[in-house]
């Protein structure tokens, strides 16, 4: 107890803070030292537990938000550095009776397979308990009247009380603790109504046993208590092992750092250190089979790396000198030399674990809607076996329990809980297996039903990078000078064709880039500056009022650069088609989706590209807002849109569309606004994980059905007695689990 206390205050070193925690994005309320943790709690089994962790932590004053999600037992605490340390907040964890590990820590492992062997020992016991007992109560069913001797009875009987103990005060145990946990903070947990049938059936029987003269000595109910303690544990167990490989993905991406690294000396030695204490600079030293603990690039050494995870790419990456490797791939093959780059929240992989992180801890509408179900539910369980009982009782009081025991047991609502987030994570799991993030788990119930796909074009239908074909110039201008100019302002932008431009410059000559000041980017148009008067780089819309006019020679041309009242240059590039692009856009049709296509570029370029790929509604010089009112337009009509973007001005119909994709190489604002991410190069992916969607939405609704259909069926049996407790707890445990193997089935295939 000591050691688990110490270890906790150890996480009050804010230096340690970098394993779970990263500072706290600012809101427009301020948020001055805060910090995002992200924590795994340990012993929660339902919707009301994630309930009594949030409210504990609620409950600590410098903690400004907490979410927990039931499903994948992750928590995310939003708390105040100058208020707060990580113990006191995980204290009210405790106290409440949950225990919690931070999301990276190196004993998460051992800790979950620690939960799992204590589940397999309990199991193992009910089940050896319940065979013994079996075989003792078995001349009672069949011997007749005066068979068996009231000695031999009650030999019998003391006999399968003795071996009920060890089912009662050991393989019980997590039902009796969560009810207990739960009494005390006054809730009601899914645990409650099952331990009440536990106590009920163990206590009614030991009356039996030893008053076998009394009003309930005609009957005991061991091998119903254990045969039903045996099938909730069979069940619990085995919703440990799927949810442990549903969550296998999520858990396998953020855990891919190592804990610790070699880092040099000053001296050229090397030493290991923990991973956290890596800086900028540093070089570092990775092992074959060792992941890269932050990015960076190799200064020696030749190696393979796998970054499948990260990018969706599932061949190995040959990597040698002067190459880059990222936070969390594997080096596969060699030792090689790394000069770090970045740590830290700056790399990829801590931006693509956010991510997840995140979406791990939305609750989906379904699930909600489930959640705010339960508790009422319970509720009502609870009164309806005490009608029962209340009903039998003058017929039969031992009766009467064990009526109001198969009541309680048959309606609990586990597999209502689990029905929409084991879904959602199953695909989710599956998805980030194959370079798709989601960021919000909510987006897999609007992808499932989106009618419409809006594609756009530079850096999604064709390929990121474009290159010059055709330079004009106006007279005296010379091809070179004007690349130096036009590189100077498209610096400045992250707009494809600017990066073309920019690297036309650098592969042409070795000359410094100009200094331009007081660049402004106008979205959608082009880049103005000061460098010996205004200089303007954009469409020729953009460049025409500063201009006496573009020659028509000029006009065909993408980019134009203009100076005060003069045309300078113009400059066509040209863009391949993504190789998958047509594939994608067959596989979008079968799904009966409408596909559009929506471009800043001109209209000839749109729907040339357009004609490529089998796109028959291409939109060309589209500004933002033209692409946001196309795109509502649409909406209006009751259209279900989602939206696949790159670049800058696809920020407001990203935002404004029922859900929408950006490719992992997106610029910022762009992925901030999607709601899953692309690591990987592949178009093909949007087609496949709409079908996903399609599915998961179908697996959900097929366990709310059965989760409803099962309580519907099951409780009138129950309270006419014709359901025994045993056979109450099989269909509990075989609900629950039926509910998980049919979302286990999102992880095959894609």
Known sequence: MHSDTSKVELLDDRQEWLRFSQPHKPTLHGSDDCWDSHVVIQGMHCAACAFTVEEALMSVPGVQSAEVNAATHRAKVVW???????????????????????????SLRQAR?????????????????????????????????GDITPDMVFLLRWASWVLTLPVVFFSCGPFFGNALRDIRARRVSMDLPVALGMVITFLL???????????????????????????????????????????????????????????QLPSGEFERVAVRRVMVGDVIRVLPSESFPADG??????????????????????????????????????????????????????????LMENASLQKPRLAQLADRIAKPFLIGVLVLAALSAVYWWPTNPGHALMVAVAVLVVTCPCALSLA??????????????????????????????????????????????????????????????????????????LHPLSRALVQAHDEASGRSVLDVQDVNEMIGQGLEGQLDGCLRLGSAAF????????????????????????????????EDVRADAVQTVQALKHLNLDVWLLSGDRPESAQQVAQQVGITRAFGACTPQDKLSRMQAAQSQGARVAMVGDGLNDGPVLAGAHVSMAFGNAVPLAQSKSDLVLMG?????????????????????????????????????????????????LGMALSSLWVVLNSLRLTKGF
């Not at 050896?128 to 109560?137: E, I, L, S």
């Open 80 to 106: 105040s550095a100058a208020q707060v340390k990580p113990s006191a907040w995980m204290a009210a964890i405790a106290k409440v009776g949950y225990g919690a590990l931070p999301a990276a820590d190196s």
């Open 113 to 145: 397979h620690e939960e799992s062997r204590r589940a397999l020992w309990r199991w193992l016991v009910a089940g050896f308990c319940m065979m013994q007992v079996m075989m003792y109560a078995y001349p009672a069913y069949v011997s007749r009247e």
């Open 205 to 263: 029987s030991s009356v039996a046993t030893f008053e076998p003269e009394g009003v309930f000595g005609a009957e005991v109910y061991y091998d119903s208590l254990t045969m039903f303690v045996f099938f909730l544990l069979t069940g619990r167990w085995l919703e440990l092992r799927v949810r442990d490989r549903t969550a296998g993905a999520l858990e396998a991406l953020m855990n891919r750092l190592p804990d610790s690294v070699e880092r």
């Open 297 to 354: 690039v190799i200064l020696q050494g030749q190696t393979l790396a796998d970054e499948a995870l990260l990018t969706g790419e599932s061949r190995p990456q040959s990597r040698g000198v002067g190459d880059t490797v990222v936070a969390g791939s594997h080096n596969l093959s060699g030792i090689v030399t790394v000069r770090v780059v970045q740590v830290g929240e700056g790399t990829q992989f801590s931006q693509i674990v956010s």
């Open 420 to 493: 929409t987030p084991a879904a959602m994570l199953a695909a989710a799991g599956n998805l980030a297996r194959h370079g798709v993030l989601v960021r919000n788990l909510q987006a897999l119930e609007s992808l499932a039903e989106i009618d419409t796909l809006i594609f756009d074009k530079t850096g999604t239908l064709t390929q990121d990078g474009q290159r010059v074909t055709q330079v004009m110039t106006a007279e005296g201008v010379t091809p070179e000078y004007a690349l130096d100019l036009a590189a100077a302002l498209a610096k400045h932008s």
């Open 543 to 574: 460049c025409a009022p500063k201009t006496k006019g573009i020659p028509d020679k000029a006009e065909v041309c993408q980019v134009h650069l203009c100076r005060e009242n003069a045309w300078l240059a113009s400059w066509q590039l040209s």
């Open 681 to 729: 190069g592949s178009l093909l992916v949007v087609a496949q994980s709409i079908k996903l969607a399609r599915h998961t939405l179908r697996v959900v609704k097929q366990n709310l059905v059965w989760a409803a259909a099962y309580n519907a069926l099951c409780v009138p049996l129950a309270v006419v007695g014709w359901l025994p407790a045993w056979l109450a707890g």
